[in-house]
């Protein structure tokens, strides 16, 4: 005869015990409390030049600073933008972050999708040699680039040599970050999808335009808004290699509004604010590509 278990009764939760729960339950994640400050604490210099941009000289000279200053000045920007070729600047700025974000895109898709899938002798070798130039600070290289950028403003194309605009484009029109960040997301396409293709008897050039660049919009993406970023506020290479002013970009046309024994600190930020707003522009337009690149790099396997 088969017996019948008894069935628990399962005791009621304490009410106590999940009132406190829910009480202590926080409707964010706890980090919040710890990137909310941190946040405001990078966002302070922010906010400080965007004050001192409305503020007198006097204000802008006092001590301690004037957190809210009597009347906003906007005839600041006004008065910024006469102050030098700030419009120059500006076309120079886009013609050299244009350039070498089409060349960057160009370049490193063909070398990072030829590291990815392609094999050919020294493959390896060649992309550690790539890979060591990133450890390796620009401020060791600067003289090198110099030289080689002179050289070839003297024997091939003086469009290029020193003091030009161009010169600001040689050195940069591909990165090994460009080719090692495009290589590992080429990496985590799966090759079945050209293996397909390529029965179908399409090139290897048509598997990288019709099938991985498609795939790859959030890493082009990251790619474009870091070089737009990156070459948009380069100050180091055209401080030595740029002298006259028709060749300026934005950073060096800054040095404008700051003299021997003097700084006008409202024109100074003033133009700051300006030269900043194309790059929060693009960064808020690719926050988003951003996401999806970490994302789709974390789904590898």
């Not at 890979?131 to 003297?154: E, N, R, S």
Request: net charge neutral; charged share 10%; glycine share 6%.
């Amino acid at each position: 005869m088969t017996g019948v278990l008894p069935s628990r009764s399962v005791a009621p939760a304490d009410p106590v015990e999940s009132g406190r729960t829910s009480r202590w339950r926080l409707p964010f994640s706890p980090w919040h409390l710890v990137l909310i400050p941190l946040t405001f604490i990078l966002l302070v210099p922010l906010l400080w030049m965007l004050v001192t941009s409305l503020e007198t000289e006097g204000e802008a000279n006092r001590f301690p600073p004037v957190l809210f200053p009597e009347s906003l000045r906007f005839s600041n920007y006004s008065e910024a933008w006469a102050a030098a070729p700030f419009g120059h600047f500006f076309l120079n700025s886009a013609a050299v972050t244009g350039v070498v974000l089409v060349s960057n895109l160009v370049v490193c898709n063909l070398a990072g999708y030829a590291f990815a899938r392609i094999r050919f002798l020294g493959r390896g070798t060649l992309f550690v040699t790539l890979m060591a130039t990133l450890m390796v600070p620009f401020q060791v290289t600067m003289i090198p680039v110099f030289l080689i950028v002179k050289w070839f403003g003297d024997n091939v194309w003086a469009g290029l040599g020193i003091d030009h605009i161009g010169a600001l484009m040689l050195p940069n029109l591909a990165t090994a970050f460009g080719i090692f960040f495009l290589r590992q997301f080429f990496m985590t396409v799966p090759v079945e999808l050209e293996e397909a293709a390529r029965v179908d008897g399409t090139s290897r050039i048509g598997v990288l335009v019709k099938i991985i660049l498609p795939l790859s919009l959030p890493a082009l993406s990251t790619l474009a808004a870091l070089t737009v970023l990156t070459s948009w506020n380069d100050f180091l290479w055209p401080l030595i290699v740029i002298t006259s002013q028709d060749q300026m970009t934005i950073p060096l046309g800054l040095s404008y509004f700051q003299g021997a024994h003097h700084v006008k600190w409202p024109l100074l930020m003033a133009a700051n604010v300006m030269s900043l707003l194309p790059m929060l522009l693009v960064f808020v337009g690719a926050q988003r590509y951003f996401v999806q690149s970490v994302a789709s790099q974390g789904l590898k396997g």
